[in-house]
T-cell receptor
Framework: DSGVTQTPKHLITATGQRVTLRCSPRSGDLSVYWYQQSLDQGLQFLIQYYNGEERAKGNILERFSAQQFPDLHSELNLSSLELGDSALYFC?????????????FGEGSWLTVV | EDQVTQSPEALRLQEGESSSLNCSYTVSGLRGLFWYRQDPGKGPEFLFTLYSAGEEKEKERLKATLTKKESFLHITAPKPEDSATYLCAVQADAGNMLTFGGGTRLMVKP
């Protein structure tokens, strides 16, 4: 158990809908990362937050957004969902935002868009 | 652009048959090279971080090494429970996020 908690574990929704994925980082970790894993793309970095502020952005679609709250939990919002958004979404956390910090992953949220 | 290539894509071993997994990388200033293990439908589990060429780290049957262009994950006398996908990732000067390779799917048969 990495200590990173993600909910829900599984989610099935229809095209055009909006969903919110939630993440609680490990106790004491200030930095949160979101990754997408699909069969054909591997693990792709989406976005990073540190202590409530956005720190880095990867190939995140405009339909997707995220935030980190004062209690350090984070949410990833996916809207106008398409079939191609079906994937495993991982949250990860680390102690700080500096390079070299170990990044621990949660168990992921399976999103299926039908 | 940072790039990570892992080979082979899949590897079948008999129990006890030692082998190595390769991770080649191109990065603008390496801050850390990470190895993770991932079981089907689960999140990546942290194994090692290597920071500089020549560094080695060991954990049970696994040993990771690093050069300026690649890293190897050596598995000695593997057991069926070592079957998983092994992921390599780099962290560069430019940012804190990890850039992952495609992984090596390891299958160890009894």
């Amino acid at each position: 158990d990495s200590g990173v908690t993600q909910t829900p574990k599984h989610l099935i929704t229809a095209t055009g809908q909006r969903v919110t994925l939630r993440c609680s980082p490990r106790s004491g970790d200030l930095s949160v990362y979101w990754y997408q894993q699909s069969l054909d793309q591997g693990l792709q970095f989406l976005i990073q937050y540190y202590n409530g502020e956005e720190r880095a952005k990867g190939n995140i679609l405009e339909r997707f957004s995220a935030q980190q709250f004062p209690d350090l939990h984070s949410e990833l919002n996916l809207s106008s969902l398409e079939l191609g958004d079906s994937a495993l979404y991982f949250c990860a956390s680390s102690l700080s935002s500096g390079p070299g910090n170990t990044i621990y992953f949660g168990e992921g949220s399976w999103l299926t868009v039908v | 652009e940072d790039q990570v290539t892992q080979s082979p894509e899949a590897l079948r071993l008999q129990e006890g048959e030692s082998s190595s997994l390769n991770c080649s990388y191109t990065v603008s200033g390496l801050r850390g090279l990470f190895w993770y293990r991932q079981d089907p439908g689960k999140g990546p589990e942290f194994l090692f971080t290597l920071y500089s060429a020549g560094e080695e780290k060991e954990k049970e049957r696994l040993k990771a090494t690093l050069t300026k262009k690649e890293s190897f994950l050596h598995i000695t006398a593997p057991k069926p429970e070592d079957s998983a996908t092994y992921l390599c990732a780099v962290q560069a000067d430019a940012g804190n996020m990890l850039t992952f390779g495609g992984g090596t799917r390891l299958m160890v048969k009894p």
